[in-house]
């Protein structure tokens, strides 16, 4: 395994470390995709919230008009996360779970008894059960979609086959959070508006790993969570503005009409939005630093200023951890008795971010992460709330799997010295 990244990024781990105050530490972090460290950046704005601006909303003062114009940057710069066209279209919430659930209810409120919606087994359940209570409400039948249980892709022919029955709405996943899938979004879309449904995307799992173009996608909503990529316990939806305009809100009467403060109930977390707007500095940052390669293709597709500088870093990120895939691919397969759940194929590590299931022959998952804790190494078991991949697989009632997940701050040491914790407990 060669401990030299050929990336600039890849060449640059030090300086990418320092921005993360809380890898100052032996620990290993493979535990990102249930939430990353924060970098340096976004805890820096939410200290200058709280001590500069700390304030409610649309008072006749300085700190109150200071807090709103942190708020209003906030909704441009994820705006430009998203590449989305407007920043109203941006509404912020406490995570992607409780966002789904509002907004649900409000897109379900159309639903007629007799219509259908789809869902996926390959979902976090987040993705799923707000719309399936939803359906239960409103008299919608649900249909599931399946994945192949032996590579962890999502069947096309299945998702098919459930939008030729005309469904309003489908839900489905950018990538999963168990499997490290990548479903193939793009086409997704265009399949389900073809069959007249609109399209809700859990990108919580993509977003820290690649850039995001819900315009390309041209989905319908778009949703993810800012503790998974470096920022603050916060959720962010986009939505197309023809759509949030139209759409009911479940409000308080108070409350404006105008979007997205219509369905940004109640006084938000002003500091954790600030954290959010320091987390898109941070990529902004990885842009300018390492994303030079990538900048002539980049503005070919139109990009530009912040837009472009966001895209330079995801690209950049994403470029690094194809290489990070690959060794903890090889350092997984490389131990006796370990199987992986997924994609497996190192020519398909395009199809899926570096996030990977396993069990180790007969032991249980929490006796795993137990042991790879007490060497530093912090991993998660069970379900991740991905309960329905566990069920499918058969692995529910056995606790689950142990997954690890890379994030682009990990380091080729950091899977050698996985590699060698499995082994020494395979060892002992």
Not at 26 to 48: E, H, Y
Not at 92 to 117: C, P, Q, V, Y
Not at 343 to 355: F, I, S, W, Y
Request: glycine share 8%.
């Amino acid at each position: 395994m060669s401990l030299n990244p050929s990336t600039a990024l890849g060449a640059s781990l030090d300086l990418i470390r320092r921005q993360f105050p809380a890898l100052n530490r032996p620990a290993v972090f493979f535990d990102n995709p249930g939430g990353t460290q924060i970098a340096k950046q976004s805890l820096d704005r939410i200290n200058k919230y709280l001590l500069e601006c700390n304030a409610n909303h649309d008072g006749a003062f300085e700190t109150s008009i200071a807090s709103d114009a942190v708020l209003d940057e906030a909704h441009r710069a994820m705006a430009d996360f998203y590449n989305a066209p407007f920043a109203e279209e941006i509404v912020f919430g406490n995570n992607m779970t409780t966002l789904t659930l509002h907004i649900s209810r409000s897109i379900s409120r159309e639903w007629k008894a007799g219509d259908e919606i789809v869902v996926t087994r390959l979902d976090h359940d987040a993705n799923v059960t707000p719309w399936v209570l939803a359906a239960q409400d409103r008299g919608v039948k649900v249909n599931w979609v399946d994945f192949d249980v032996e590579d962890g892709t999502l069947k096309l022919d299945g998702l098919q086959k459930a939008l030729e029955r005309k469904p309003r709405l489908l839900a489905v996943g950018y990538a999963s959070n168990s499997l490290g899938t990548i479903n193939p979004v793009a086409k997704i879309v265009k399949m389900a508006h073809e069959a007249g449904a609109l399209v809700y995307v859990d990108a919580v799992q993509y977003a820290p790993h690649g850039p995001i173009d819900v315009q390309k996608l041209d989905c319908d909503f778009l949703v993810s969570s800012a503790y998974k990529f470096f920022g603050t316990h916060a959720g962010i939806l986009y939505g197309k503005r023809d759509l949030l305009e139209k759409l009911f809100a479940y409000k308080v009467r108070p409350a404006t009409d105008k979007i997205p403060g219509k369905f940004e109930t109640g006084t938000q977390n002003h500091e954790g939005i600030a954290g959010v707007l320091g987390a898109i500095e941070y990529f902004e940052w990885i842009g300018k630093e390492f994303g030079g390669r990538y900048v002539d293709g980049l503005k070919e597709e139109g990009y530009q200023g912040r837009r472009l500088e966001l895209k330079k870093g995801l690209t950049a990120i994403r470029s690094y951890e194809f290489e990070l895939g690959r060794a903890l691919l090889s350092a997984l397969e490389f131990v006796p008795g370990l199987h992986i759940y997924g994609l497996t194929d190192v020519r398909r590590l395009e199809d899926r971010v570096a996030t990977f299931a396993f069990r180790l022959k007969d032991m249980p998952p929490r006796v795993v992460a137990e042991k790879l804790a007490k060497e530093g190494i912090y991993v998660w078991d069970g379900n991740y709330y991905a309960i329905n991949v566990t069920e499918r697989l058969g692995l529910e009632e056995q606790g689950g799997m142990v997954r690890v997940g890379a994030a682009h701050y990990n380091t080729l040491a950091e899977v050698q010295r996985l590699k060698d914790a499995l082994m020494k407990i395979i060892e002992g």
